[in-house]
T-cell receptor
Framework: AQRVTQPEKLLSVFKGAPVELKCNYSYSGSPELFWYVQYSRQRLQLLLRHISRESIKGFTADLNKGETSFHLKKPFAQEEDSAMYYCALSYGSGNTGKLIFGQGTTLQVKP | NAGVMQNPRHLVRRRGQEARLRCSPMKGHSHVYWYRQLPEEGLKFMVYLQKENIIDESGMPKERFSAEFPKEGPSILRIQQVVRGDSAAYFC???????????FGSGTQLSVL
């Protein structure tokens, strides 16, 4: 069965510390993975997708098929990174709108 | 471009009433998706529509729930005879094409008393 797991409900770090938000998935096909972010009082928005291999706002994520993981990383956290982060898996055969979301991790960056 | 517009933001219904949630996609977007988020859970896919067509409703409960996206006007998610378990945040998203970025609305928080 398809599944996305974010094991941490809350991750709290100090400004300037490295951040790693964990995401593991279960999917029998070729996965397409995303990270979405929701800042306070804002809409859910796409942060990055694995096929683009971009770094957005200093965040990167590498798809590791052996470990079935897609962890989100940033070397130096900023206070403005505080938000809810969702890992998501596309399971619609090329339809990137049909997604399975993890439960989300709240990132809290303390000054 | 105002983005994906959902209304109302908050909707309160008593058990047995009907709930109608509306979603206007971004300009130029013809693909609409509805998601539901129960407390402490991630968003769950419900239905995917294009103009006048339901493409994929594999995530919709079999009874009481229906969705439409008419030729003119917003997409509507309708829940008949609501029960307390329907209380959730309902999100709409739209995209310009199948493999394009998904844009989300602010959601409708449905509370069933």
């Amino acid at each position: 069965a398809q599944r996305v797991t974010q094991p941490e409900k809350l991750l709290s770090v100090f400004k300037g510390a490295p951040v790693e938000l964990k995401c593991n998935y279960s999917y029998s096909g070729s996965p397409e993975l995303f990270w979405y972010v929701q800042y306070s009082r804002q809409r859910l928005q796409l942060l990055l997708r694995h096929i683009s291999r971009e770094s957005i706002k200093g965040f990167t994520a590498d798809l590791n098929k052996g470990e079935t993981s897609f962890h989100l990383k940033k070397p130096f956290a900023q206070e403005e990174d505080s938000a809810m982060y969702y890992c998501a898996l596309s399971y619609g055969s090329g339809n990137t709108g049909k997604l399975i979301f993890g439960q989300g991790t709240t990132l809290q960056v303390k000054p | 471009n105002a983005g994906v517009m959902q209304n109302p933001r908050h909707l309160v219904r008593r058990r047995g009433q009907e709930a109608r949630l509306r979603c206007s996609p971004m300009k130029g977007h013809s693909h609409v998706y509805w998601y539901r988020q129960l407390p402490e859970e991630g968003l769950k896919f419900m239905v995917y529509l294009q103009k006048e067509n339901i493409i994929d409703e594999s995530g919709m409960p079999k009874e009481r729930f229906s969705a439409e996206f008419p030729k003119e006007g917003p997409s509507i998610l309708r829940i008949q005879q609501v029960v307390r378990g329907d209380s959730a945040a309902y999100f709409c998203a739209s995209s310009a094409d199948l493999a394009e970025e998904l844009f989300f609305g602010s959601g409708t928080q449905l509370s069933v008393l």
